[in-house]
């Protein structure tokens, strides 16, 4: 099921700025070599996290599940100065692709990958985060959310993606592993009373979250 019709969706990418070749090409390598390229995070969500970051001066930034890292650098052209981005990624194959492109990139000093478990890695990292985006397996969506959300420095915020997955959330029918996932962390972000969310329609569904002030 498309969240917005198809023509919309054409519509807003011709008229969102288009991405840097470096990111063109990384696009293209990963539809023609990776599995699942419907992950990748495309012209739209990549310049809307970018002015996330670049909106609210974020310094560093959390990122679970980076895929081929074309999240990692629509991020890191968002970054201040003296930012920095930590990215999770449990596959080695997905991270040597990322790892290429980043070398390539402007930001090779900024973005640092971690291989293994998300949660492991965490759990190393010292210090807060200023922006959290969550992209990995979703059966682990709220151990991710609860991890991150007592490191939230004191305006970082979270944005979660895949919160509408494919618009299987409203099927009461559809009990896959993933849309049970999605499904049990929608309802604990919207029942926490500790946070602020909104569920925006941005491709598959990008939910934003931030904690209240005195939680």
Known sequence: MDIVPEPIERYAEERTTPPEPLLAELAEETRETLESPQMLTGTVEGRFLELLVYASGARRVLELGTYSGYSSLSMAAGLAPDGRIDTCELDENRAAVARRYIERSP??????????????????????FDFVF????????????????PRLSERGFIAADNTLWSGRVIDDRDDEEGTRAIKAFNEHVKS???VTSVMLTVRDGVTLIRPKKGS
């Open 107 to 128: 930001y090779a000093d900024r973005i640092q990958i971690h291989l293994g478990p998300a949660l492991e890695t965490i759990g190393r990292l010292d210090g807060d």
């Open 192 to 194: 926490d009373s500790r």
């Open 134 to 149: 969550i992209d990995a397996d979703k059966p682990n969506y709220v151990n991710y959310y609860e991890a991150v959300l």
